[in-house]
């Protein structure tokens, strides 16, 4: 089914509702509407931290301690 199908019939399906009723999907369909923005939005901030040079460094920092420094080691 199309998206412009599926816009039909729910605005037939909302016609035949009570205003009260009605008002219950349009506030479910803008909760859906906010969830699927706020998600696209992290998406895109989590790929701009992923390509960027910021922490790149962090890359490079050597190994201060290794396992031979540890006094005490727990299984």
Not at 47 to 70: C, G, M, Q, R
Request: avoid cysteine; charged fraction near 35%.
């Amino acid at each position: 089914m199309t998206q412009s199908a599926i816009i039909e019939n729910t605005i037939a399906t909302l016609s035949k509702l009570p205003a009260e009723k009605a008002k219950v999907v349009s506030d479910f369909a803008d909760f859906v509407l906010k969830k699927y923005e706020e998600s696209v939005l992290q998406e895109g901030i989590t790929k701009i931290v992923s390509e960027s040079e910021a922490f790149a460094f962090l890359e490079d920092e050597e190994d201060i301690y290794s396992v031979e420094d540890l006094k005490v080691r727990f299984k």
